[in-house]
C-alpha cells in the first residue's frame, strides 16, 4: 500500500504562489497516475489535476487551467503542484492522491490513495 504526503502548504495573498510537493513511500509511483484534488470549506472534494506515470498525459480542473502546474519526478517518488496567481477561491485543503488513469480521476473521481492533505489559504 502507498503512503503519500503532502507538504507546502501555508497562507498566501491573492496573486502569490506556492508549491506543493508529494512524496509517495511503500512502492514506487512511476507506473501510477497522480493528481490532485481539494475540499474547500463546506463543499465536496473536487479534482484539481492530474498526471499520468509517464508524465505524458496531464489534465487540469477549467479553474486552474493557465495558473497551475502539475509535475512529477519518478526517480524521487514525488509529485509537485505549482501554483501561480492563487485566488481567494483557491483556499482548501489539498490532497495528494493516485488513481489508475487521469481521465477517470478527473470525469469520475476514482482515486485508489489519499494523502492527508496540507491546507493552502489565499487572503483578498
Known amino acids: 500500500q502507498v503512503q503519500l504526503v503532502e507538504s507546502g502548504g501555508g497562507m498566501v495573498q491573492a496573486g502569490g504562489s506556492l508549491r506543493l510537493s508529494c512524496v509517495a513511500s511503500?512502492?514506487?509511483?512511476?507506473?501510477?497516475?497522480m493528481g490532485w484534488f481539494r475540499q474547500a470549506p463546506g463543499k465536496e472534494r473536487a479534482f484539481v489535476a492530474a498526471?499520468?506515470?509517464?508524465?505524458?498525459?496531464?489534465d487540469y480542473e477549467d479553474s486552474v487551467k493557465g495558473r497551475f502546474n502539475i509535475s512529477r519526478e519518478n526517480a524521487k517518488n514525488t509529485m509537485y503542484l505549482q501554483m501561480n496567481s492563487l485566488k481567494p477561491e483557491d483556499t482548501a485543503v489539498y490532497y495528494c492522491?493516485?488513481?489508475?488513469?487521469?481521465?477517470?480521476?478527473?470525469?469520475?473521481?476514482?482515486?485508489?490513495?489519499w494523502g492527508q492533505g496540507t491546507l493552502v489559504t489565499v487572503s483578498s
Open positions: 492522491v493516485t488513481g489508475s488513469r487521469v481521465v477517470t480521476m478527473k470525469t469520475r473521481g476514482y482515486v485508489e490513495a
Open positions: 511503500g512502492r514506487t509511483i512511476s507506473y501510477t497516475a
Open positions: 498526471i499520468s506515470g509517464s508524465g505524458g498525459t496531464i
